[in-house]
């Protein structure tokens, strides 16, 4: 039992008492029959009219019960005699379940309810519960009522001794109930207390719990940026030679917002303290040539750089900008991917270790392996937010083990995100970074125009696709399938393939995806680029950072199936250049309510911004960090798209504890922040 109980997180007593209800059962009114809506759970009672066995198909017992204003049904499908037996004419029955529509438009209906029987009518008071009944998450092997017994323990043997980490004089300033209140009045409601909000999760108990606890998250990354903020770090003073003169050369002005940013990242690098900014931009708002910037910063000052990207097919690309970028300068790039051959991955950790090579790119792989660098001064993270929080902060503790070279310090930290986070989230999930934005695309772009069609119109779009390739242009088409397998999605893709092969002889329709060889895709997308190949087939590996400016038509299959996020930033790959871009979402109709909702949000808005504000509001944040963002789903009792209203208030909170109690943060964080988690810096 106990192993069962440590599968769901609880090792001590004490921690039952913060294995809160994730739900209630409402259990203190008896709801008039006439008036039961189906899908809710309801405790009725009523008088037994009829009860009949009904055989042919399958056996099942009907009992039909009646109060004052209407009769229904009770259903089972599982039952014995002398349960059939108890069931008699003109008794009473008090019923708990949830009410369904009849079959046939018949009385609506309970399949085995939680019943009691009575001779005679009972009284209304007897048979309602006098408080909600909570629902604990539990695990196999763990009923509902051991639960609940556990519970009522822990409530009478440790909540007495539990130690209420806000100081009075904050709870009072903030209006917030005592800790003990909030957690009895949570796990046993009183029968006055309000019902609904109880049920609904916005019940000042519950909002005390969920305000502390995310108060617990704020705090452990404030700290960890204050920790990291002490730290040394190399001070970029050389001067700014390189980064004027490829300015000179890039063909385009930077755009006011970009010059604002690079002003702010600069002022990060030239302090001796490691700097840990967030870079967001919308897709396309041209973050690449800002990290440009940053990287010659330290290159100049004799730093090497790392750039780190989600993708090997974005790794490869901004190895292919950078190079053209920087060749020219004469300053050496080097590249890491998962898979290399043996010989060349030997070759290029020596040039990293030994200095040699200035930038060095790569995914992910760039802190896996055994990547000795000489002087590390700056990492860059593209496309973080298909990262997690957790990873982030291991490869700042990596990159503090990896610098090398005696620098004395750890390296400064740029990480850039197309995701804009709301203020609010950023507050919880970044509390450790500061933040710059880039708020304005650059010019002449022109609005990529979004229709949505049903797959019935494909041999339309297959007309588009030529009316775009006969005018000198590209087009995408993406396949994704909701299953994270690169197999199925290489499978669905190819087929894809062969099938527009067939319907576009004319146009050359290529393919790829992840399952192909580093040096087959990266051929494919060169070809690409190059304007030789008209129609490129793809998963979504394509989502992040590409860029073929050429490209002005994306057609995005089962559109439907994903998230606002991750459409926004795969129609980010056309719009790039002068041309007028056209993004088809193509869907199987029918559509949901929720999937109609989504597709019309993002034919109305371009604005990234806008679409990660409703995305929060449909689906809640863990869309919006991105799904691999953990953190999220580590949070116990706070619900962040329930919970939003209260992050301004931490902020504060926060802010009255650092400067007036101290000593209470660390027991905030001890309690709701297990050693076990990702946060282990701390
Ligand atoms: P993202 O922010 O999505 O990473 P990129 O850095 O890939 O965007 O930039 C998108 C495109 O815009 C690139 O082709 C880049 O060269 C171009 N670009 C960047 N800044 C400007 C600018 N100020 N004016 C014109 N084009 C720009
Ligand atoms: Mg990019």
């Known amino acids: 039992m106990v192993a069962k109980l440590e599968r769901i997180g609880i090792f001590h007593p004490r921690d039952l008492l913060f294995h809160l209800p994730y739900r209630y059962q409402d259990r203190t009114r008896v709801a008039p029959i006439a008036g039961l809506q189906a899908g ?59 009410v369904r529509r009849g079959g046939g438009g018949g009385d609506q209906e309970i399949v085995h309810p939680e019943y009691r029987l009575y ?146 990242i600069f002022a990060d690098l030239e302090t001796p303290a490691p700097a840990m900014r ?44 950078f190079s053209r970028w920087f060749d020219w300068l004469g300053i050496e790039i080097e590249w890491l991917a998962g898979r290399m051959p043996a010989a060349a991955r030997a070759q290029a950790l020596r040039r990293i270790a030994s200095g040699e090579a200035k930038l060095v790119i790569g995914t992910h792989a760039l802190f896996q392996q055994q990547v000795e660098f000489r002087q590390l001064g700056l990492m860059i993270i593209d496309e973080q937010h298909r990262f997690g929080v957790d990873q982030r902060l291991a490869l700042r503790n990596k990159a503090a083990v990896n610098i090398g070279g005696g620098a004395g310090g750890v390296p400064h930290q740029l990480i850039m995100s197309a995701t804009p986070i709301p203020r609010s989230l950023a507050m919880i999930f970044y509390a450790d970074l500061d933040i710059s934005g880039i708020d304005e695309l650059p010019p002449g772009r022109k609005q990529v125009q979004t229709v949505a069609l049903p797959n019935s119109r494909r041999l339309d779009v297959a007309e588009r696709i030529r009316g775009v390739c006969r005018d000198n242009q590209q087009a995408y088409w993406v396949c994704p399938l909701i299953e994270e397998s690169d197999k199925l999605q290489a499978q669905a893709a190819t087929k894809t393939h062969d099938a527009l092969v067939k319907l576009l002889p004319e146009v050359n329709v290529e393919l790829i995806h992840g399952r192909m060889k580093s040096a087959d895709k990266e051929a494919v997308m060169q070809r690409f680029h190059r304007g030789e190949i008209d129609l490129l087939v793809a998963t979504t590996v394509i989502e992040v950072g590409v860029d073929v400016p050429a490209a002005s038509l994306m057609i995005i299959e089962n559109a439907e199936r994903l998230g606002l996020a991750q459409l926004h930033q795969l129609r980010g790959r056309v719009g790039r250049g002068a041309q007028q871009a056209t993004c088809v979402l193509m869907y199987q109709p029918p559509l949901g309510k929720l999937a109609k909702e989504r597709l019309g949000i993002l034919r109305d808005s371009n604005d990234g911004f806008v679409i990660a504000g409703k995305d929060l509001e449909l689906r809640g944040p863990g869309e919006v960090l991105g799904t691999r963002q953990t953190g999220v789903q580590q949070m116990k009792v706070a619900n962040l798209a329930r919970d939003r209203a209260l992050l301004p208030t931490i902020e504060r909170i926060a802010q009255a504890l650092r400067e007036h109690h101290p000593d209470a943060i660390d027991a905030i964080i001890q309690r709701w922040i297990s050693a076990r988690e990702s946060y282990a810096e701390v």
């Open 40 to 98: 809710q759970d309801a405790l009725v009672l009523g008088q037994i009219e009829a009860v009949n066995v009904r055989y042919g198909g399958r056996r099942m017992l009907l009992v039909r019960i009646c109060d004052d204003t209407g009769t229904m049904t009770l259903r089972f499908f599982h039952f014995n005699t002398a349960q059939q037996r108890g069931f008699e004419d003109g008794d009473w029955v008090r019923c708990y379940g949830e």
């Open 119 to 264: 001779s005679k009518r009972p009284d209304e008071a007897d048979v309602a519960e006098e408080s909600l009944t909570p629902i604990y998450p539990s695990t196999e092997g763990i009923g509902a009522a051991a639960m609940r017994k556990w519970v009522g323990q822990a409530l009478a043997g440790e909540l007495e001794n539990l130690e209420e980490c806000l100081p009075a004089e904050v709870r009072e300033r903030f209006g917030l109930m005592p800790l003990r209140t909030a957690l009895q009045t949570v796990h046993h409601p009183p029968p006055a207390e309000d019902a609904d909000a109880l049920v609904a999760g916005t019940h000042r108990a519950q909002q005390r719990l969920a305000m502390e606890e995310l108060l617990a998250h704020h705090l452990v990354l404030s700290r960890l940026r204050a920790k990291h903020k002490s730290r040394s770090a190399p001070a970029f003073t050389a001067d700014r030679g390189n980064w004027d003169t490829l300015r000179a050369r890039l063909g385009f002005s930077l755009t006011a917002a970009q010059q604002r940013v690079i002003g702010e």
């Open 278 to 321: 967030l870079l967001q931009g919308d897709v396309g708002s041209g973050k690449t040539v800002v990290a440009a910037a940053a990287a010659l910063r330290a290159i100049d000052s004799g730093y090497q750089v790392a750039l780190m990207a989600p993708t090997e097919l974005l790794s490869e690309q901004h190895r292919q900008t």
